[in-house]
């Protein structure tokens, strides 16, 4: 079992829907990332948080610390949402050495 | 600011070719990794570099060496490139080693024929 499992793997939405990527984690952490892949490859940070909710424009991180889960929402998704988007854990014991889930692939349609 | 660069963004080797990833960052950064991406697999460290001078193996070294020339450069080494290291490559760097937000490289696809 991986140490980091996102779910889902692949998610369609249309445009204007609220969608929520998961994240589960079984180590202890010192924060988590989530992340965006572009298609043309390209990965930017989109949140480190170690408790409580950020919020990004459209974007909502959330997590969980005892009950190891974080989720990511996005609100009045868009066409330009697309992207994969990655769950990363800084370990507690790794010398801040990122951990990192599958990602899942969204795909906003117009 | 270029953040962090990568040289090349596409190459394909032949089976026992040996190759430089190269990695450079401006942003006055400590600490810097490379990555591989494979289908099906989240990104998985192959080295790290906590700051200048120290390099450390990550989840999947073998096969590869680093060298961190300076502060703003640290490059991966296939001395002996095999089909197992067709992948895609991300270098990526942070201010110090700890709970920092990271910046990463656009990538190299790299095949191994």
């Known amino acids: 079992k991986n140490e980091v499992e996102q779910s889902p793997q692949n998610l369609t939405a249309q445009e204007g829907e609220f969608i929520t990527i998961n994240c589960s984690y079984s180590?202890?952490?010192?924060?988590l990332h989530w992340l965006q892949q572009h298609p043309g490859g390209g990965i930017v940070s989109l949140f480190m948080l170690s408790s409580g909710k950020k919020k990004h424009g459209r974007l909502i991180a959330t997590i969980n610390i005892q009950e190891k889960h974080s989720s990511l929402h996005i609100t009045a998704s868009h066409p330009r949402d697309s992207a994969v988007y990655i769950c990363a854990v800084d370990r507690e014991t790794s010398g801040s050495r990122l951990t990192f889930g599958e990602g899942t692939q969204l795909t906003v349609n117009p | 600011n270029a953040g962090v660069t990568q040289t090349p963004k596409f190459q394909v080797l032949k089976t026992g070719q040996s190759m430089t990833l190269q990695c450079a960052q401006d942003?006055?950064?400590?600490?810097m990794y490379w990555y591989r991406q494979d289908p099906g697999m989240g990104l998985r460290l192959i080295y790290y570099?906590?700051?200048?001078?120290?390099?450390d193996k990550g989840e999947v070294p073998n096969g590869y060496n680093v060298s961190r020339l300076n502060k703003r450069e640290f490059s991966l080494r296939l001395e002996s490139a095999a089909p197992s290291q067709t992948s895609v490559y991300f270098c990526?760097?942070?201010?110090?080693?700890?709970?920092?937000?990271?910046?990463f490289g656009p990538g190299t696809r790299l095949t191994v024929t």
């Open positions: 180590v202890g952490i010192s924060a």
């Open positions: 990526a760097s942070k201010t110090f080693l700890g709970t920092y937000e990271q910046y």
């Open positions: 942003m006055n950064h400590n600490s």
């Open positions: 570099s906590a700051s200048e001078g120290t390099t």
